[in-house]
């Protein structure tokens, strides 16, 4: 009976995971529609718009930080797709993904934050990061650093 049970708790946990998982993939989806019809004027606003945290930016704030992440875009030339590459968090309450955006220039990274302080989730921060080759070097050179360590 108590194996059963946990097979339950186990299936239930896994089900409500995957499907908070599609939640926030819903939440990032117009910012890649957005991407892909090559609207990128406005896009934190854009990411921001359903979230709890919208109503402490100023317009002025939101304004800055949509021109910030339009003029990153406009340098890297065209959108070709996406990848999430890495995932982790506090299941149920704050979540961080990082996509890997490909663009004809070079790649870069977008940093997604999402926060759930009560049945809602909704998107907390978004960063872009373009230093990618320096990501992949930092982390080459800690897989190196631990060759030979033995448990």
């Not at 955006?101 to 790649?107: A, D, H, I, N, V």
């Amino acid at each position: 009976m108590k194996f059963l049970l946990a097979i339950c708790i186990f299936v239930i946990s896994f089900n409500s995971s995957s499907s908070e998982r599609a939640n926030l993939d819903e939440l990032t989806k117009p910012i890649f529609d957005s991407l892909k019809s090559g609207k990128i004027e406005k896009i934190p606003s854009l990411a921001l718009s359903n979230s709890k945290i919208i109503k402490y930016f100023s317009e002025v704030d939101l304004e800055q930080f949509d021109t910030q992440f339009a003029s990153e875009f406009k340098v890297l030339g065209k959108y070709y797709s996406h990848s999430l590459i890495h995932e982790q968090g506090i299941e149920g309450a704050f979540w961080a993904k990082w996509y890997l955006l490909k663009f004809e220039r070079q790649p870069i990274v977008l940093y997604v934050e999402f926060y759930r302080p009560d049945e809602t989730w909704g998107i907390q921060s978004i960063k872009l990061k373009n230093d990618v080759d320096d990501m992949i070097e930092k982390s080459g050179d800690y897989e190196i650093g631990t060759l030979g360590i033995e448990d």
